[in-house]
Nanobody, 118 residues
Framework: QVQLVESGGGLVQPGGSLRLSCAASGSIFGIKPMGWYRQAPGKQRDFVAHIRSSGSTTYAESVRGRFIISRDNAKNTVYLQMNSPKPEDTAVYSC????????????WGQGTQVTVSS
C-alpha cells in the first residue's frame, strides 16, 4: 500500500505565494511520477501539474508560469509552489502517485484546502 499526505494548504492573498507538500510512504520502489489535481466546489476535478521520475514536468494551461512542481526524491516528497495565486485557484488540492493520464491506477492523498482571498 501507498500513503500520500498533503500539507501546506490554507488562506493566501491574491498575488501572494503558498507551497504545498505531499509525502509518499509505503510500498514505493524507485522514483515514481507524481502530481496534483484540484477540485473547486461544484466543479469537476482538474489536472494541475505532473512531474515524472526524470524530473520533466507538465502543467495545466491555467497555472503554467505561476505554479512550479518539484520533488525531493530522497524524501519521496513532491511540492507545488503556488505563485501569484488568483481567487479562481481556490480548491481542494490532492496529490497523486501514478503515470500521467492513468487515473484509474492512481494513489491519492486526502486533499488540502487552498483559499485565495483578500
Amino acid at each position: 500500500q501507498v500513503q500520500l499526505v498533503e500539507s501546506g494548504g490554507g488562506l493566501v492573498q491574491p498575488g501572494g505565494s503558498l507551497r504545498l507538500s505531499c509525502a509518499a510512504s509505503g510500498s514505493i520502489f524507485g522514483i515514481k511520477p507524481m502530481g496534483w489535481y484540484r477540485q473547486a466546489p461544484g466543479k469537476q476535478r482538474d489536472f494541475v501539474a505532473h512531474i515524472r521520475s526524470s524530473g520533466s514536468t507538465t502543467y495545466a494551461e491555467s497555472v503554467r508560469g505561476r505554479f512550479i512542481i518539484s520533488r525531493d526524491n530522497a524524501k519521496n516528497t513532491v511540492y507545488l509552489q503556488m505563485n501569484s495565486p488568483k481567487p479562481e485557484d481556490t480548491a481542494v488540492y490532492s496529490c497523486y502517485l501514478g503515470y500521467l493520464g492513468d487515473l484509474g491506477n492512481y494513489y491519492w492523498g486526502q486533499g488540502t484546502q487552498v483559499t485565495v482571498s483578500s
